[in-house]
């Protein structure tokens, strides 16, 4: 049933659904009339807010008949990477909710615990559902406890090594349980008809699995023609199954397989279901879905068929309402290009996100030089380790928060080779809407420890494109240049640089040194304005490349009074503590107070909220100055030490 059909009734069936029981009760004509309604539902609902629209109009059918063969929350349900449970979220009561998704005080744009207990995964990066299920199954089963695990899976989410990790565990294991691959990427067709109804019933039929077992004994006894025999009537099932499942390397795996199926067709979808949640060992339900089924502007749209419009879009068109802007990742995007053009040996890496990392423009002027590995973060660093070993220059665009997943290859298969690979890190800090799996404060505190990395914070679009520029230039080790998301700041030209540090504003008076990190310059500008109302002098500097840390950084802190550093990353290891050690190091004993966010998980909501809950704005971080330069001020100078302070948060 079509959107347009949905509407027409008003959400009658939808109004009534406060708990999955409420569709078991529902017969087939209700369930396709529910259907329209959630997906009326939701584009109404997600073109206010943005959000993830494609995937969740997908997934409509599938976590219908899901709700249907199984009891949540007694049963669990998985889903990978979470962005797709927003029809889980309406099953299970929270309709309410969706006014304000992604919102303060609105729903997750992810599954919450603190929302529901029908949730229980919160980390939303990709390829980590399998492995929860198979620990949850490993647990049930050790407890005795006759519970379902379920774990719906993107046909993305298999490009993931941990889902193939996880899958050779689950196959040894034998528990319970249930893969739901959500295969929308369209390589293949359902298989309809009587004859694979029959064979995925068989498959699943434990006297089948009985008589392979028997006839296998049997022949194997049989000298010189049994076991040929065998292998022969072996064959021939693999061919025939082969010929109506297209997957059936998961059975070589040692895990049951059931499909493909119709994903938009609820009866099929719990035929399945019910056979996989009967069957007593692990399966695979392979369902064939459409992403942005049922809505024409998703289905029409060949990039992403509207995967996650970031904010308010026009319900007819599907096109963002919000006028375009100038973000970083444009720039970064124009300017690899750019170097690309100069340079042959410059190629770039992805891990499934080439379009919203930029990467895409890249590989529409050079196509055979972009290598999209799926999301694979650690592959994609070790694959890029190969490059730089062949003579080329890789740039890794990935988001920030993901490039975490790599750390270990980056430090011992990049950085002990001292490899010319640069990673570009978009979404870099508190991001806002997507919660705290998505922001990427971590990266300056985790990668900071990395010997002969070096870190670049671009403040403007000028400085973005410099330090790009900079960074592929380094021939002896990696490099990092991370940006935060959205609009790119206005150029802020410095009034000098020492060094390699700009300085962004200086006094007569040489009270503070203001440390200001990357998109924090213009914050660290109106800071020295609002303190030198009180009579201090101010000097902002931006360090550019905050690892290591500038030599002529601390020869300019020795000339100040106090220093105060402010960045968008944790304050653990992160910027702040680089300088104080710094400092000690060269015996600068000048006192330091560190300003940053901290190491905790902070709530969704605009960027803006959270930075001021985290008494991050310009009328926080000026309070704090003044009070700490005037307190200076009552103390006798011999009695003023060094000192590195925590920040109120």
Known sequence: MSVEEGRANHGRLLGAIRGPQDVKRMTAEQLDILAAEIRDFLIAKVSRTGGHVGPNLGVVE??????RVFDSPRDRLLFDTGHQAYVHKIVTGRQDGFDKLRQRGG???????????????????????????????????????????????????????????????????GNPLVIVVNDNGRSYSPTIGGLADHLSSLRLNPGYEKMLDTVKDALGSTPLVG???????????????????????????????????????????????????????????????????????????????????????????????????????HVFADELVKIADERPDVVGVTAAMAGPTGIATLARKHPHRVYDVGIAEQHAATSAAGLAMGGLHPVVAVYATF???????????????????TFVLDRAGITGPDGPSHYGIWDMSVFGVVPGLRIAAPRDSASLREELREAVAVDDGPTIVRFPTGTVAADLPAVRRVGTVDVLAESARTDVLLVAVGSFAGLGMEVAARVAEQGYGVTVVDPRWV???????????????????????????????????????????????????????????????????????????????????????????????????????
Request: glycine residues 10%; proline residues 6%.
């Open 62 to 67: 599938l976590t219908l008949a899901m709700h």
């Open 107 to 173: 729903l997750s744009g992810y599954p919450s615990q603190a929302e529901s207990e029908h949730d229980l995964i919160e980390n939303s990066h990709a390829s980590t559902a399998l492995s929860y299920a198979d620990g949850l199954a490993k647990a049930y089963a050790l407890r005795g406890e006759p519970r379902s695990v379920v774990a719906m899976v993107g046909d993305g989410a298999l490009t993931g090594g941990m889902c193939w990790e996880a899958l050779n565990n689950i196959a040894t294991a």
């Open 227 to 329: 076991r040929p025999m065998y292998e022969v009537l072996h064959a021939v099932k693999k061919g025939i199954k082969d010929a109506v499942a297209p997957q059936a390397m998961f059975e070589d795996l040692g895990i049951k397989y059931v499909g493909p199926v119709d994903g938009h067709d609820i009866a099929a979808v719990e035929s399945a279901l019910r056979a996989a949640k009967h069957f007593g060992g692990p399966v695979i339900v392979h369902a064939v879905t459409r992403k942005g089924y049922g809505y024409r502007p998703a289905e029409e749209d060949e990039a992403d068929c509207l995967h996650g419009p970031g904010s308010a879009f026009d319900v007819e068109t599907g096109k963002l309402l919000a006028a375009p802007s100038v973000k970083w990742t």
């Open 403 to 421: 490039l975490n997943r790599a750390f270990d290859q980056v430090l011992l298969d990049v950085a002990m080779h001292k490899l010319p690979v």
């Open 547 to 649: 690892r290591p840390v500038p030599a002529e950084l601390v020869e300019l802190a020795a000339g100040h009074r106090l220093v105060v550093t402010v960045e968008d990353g944790v304050r653990v290891g992160g910027v702040g503590d680089a300088i104080a050690q710094a400092m000690r190091d060269a015996d600068v004993r000048v006192p330091l107070r560190d300003l940053g966010v901290p190491a905790d998980w902070h709530p969704h909501g605009t960027r803006a909220q959270i930075l001021a809950d985290l008494g991050l704005t310009a009328q926080d971080v000026a309070r704090d100055v003044t009070g700490w330069i005037s307190r200076l001020d009552a103390q006798p100078v011999e009695d003023v030490q060094p000192d590195k302070a925590a920040a109120k948060n």
